[in-house]
T-cell receptor, first 115, second 113 residues
Framework: DGGITQSPKYLFRKEGQNVTLSCEQN?????MYWYRQDPGQGLRLIYY???????QKGDIAEGYSVSREKKESFPLTVTSAQKNPTAFYLC??????????????FGPGTRLTVL | ELKVEQNPLFLSMQEGKNYTIYCNYS?????LYWYRQDPGKSLESLFV?????AVKQEGRLMASLDTKARLSTLHITAAVHDLSATYFC?????????????FGTGTRLQVTL
């Protein structure tokens, strides 16, 4: 089955720790995205990548880092510089070839809590 | 900077009633998306609207797009409890070759018996 997987589902972080959230897709999509969702809020874009080895900052990139070494994978690291990281993190991907209107498909999410 | 506003933010409605959710956006775009999110879950794509006057329907939900007014609506007909969820609109934002979405704050719909 094609889809987007995120792991872990729940993650607990101590203050001062860096943690990495995994996002993998087997849809052969070129573009991948990371969003943050706070309770009762919409989604805010952290980072996105249109192709391998290239990525751009979104609206709230401070305190986060990403890499895109493989087309299938787009891990997000939440660094200790992110002062309020407790949130629900969603990864998405999108096909860029052909029609430009292709919608983004979302993974199941990772819920990160700072202890 | 593209801004997307939804209203209402919260909607409680009885089963069988009709209602409309509104999505306004601040800059020109001809691509608008509607998503549904159940509590604690991810987002599910509902509709992709690509041009002025576009209308899409699926079951009791119908979405439309007016690019001149920068407005999209999601109309709910004869609501049922299963429609209870949060609904997000998202507007396509294109800079150079980069394509991303800007989301509204969401409308939490609660359908009561």
């Amino acid at each position: 089955d094609g889809g987007i997987t995120q792991s872990p589902k729940y993650l607990f972080r101590k203050e001062g720790q860096n943690v990495t959230l995994s996002c993998e897709q087997n849809l052969n999509h070129d573009a991948m995205y990371w969003y943050r969702q706070d309770p009762g809020q919409g989604l805010r874009l952290i980072y996105y990548s249109q192709i391998v080895n290239d990525f751009q900052k979104g609206d709230i990139a401070e305190g986060y880092s990403v890499s895109r070494e493989k087309k299938e994978s787009f891990p997000l690291t939440v660094t200790s510089a992110q002062k309020n990281p407790t949130a629900f993190y969603l990864c998405a991907s999108k096909r860029t070839g052909g029609a430009s209107y292709n919608e983004q498909f979302f993974g199941p999410g990772t819920r990160l809590t700072v202890l | 900077e593209l801004k997307v506003e939804q209203n209402p933010l919260f909607l409680s409605m009885q089963e069988g009633k009709n209602y409309t959710i509104y999505c306004n956006y601040s800059t020109t775009s001809d691509r608008l998306y509607w998503y549904r999110q159940d509590p604690g879950k991810s987002l599910e794509s509902l509709f992709v609207l690509l041009s002025n006057g576009a209308v899409k329907q699926e079951g009791r939900l119908m979405a439309s797009l007016d690019t001149k007014a920068r407005l999209s609506t999601l109309h709910i007909t004869a609501a049922v409890h299963d429609l209870s969820a949060t609904y997000f609109c998202a507007v396509g934002d294109y800079t150079g070759t980069a394509s991303k979405l800007t989301f509204g704050t969401g409308t939490r719909l609660q359908v009561t018996l």
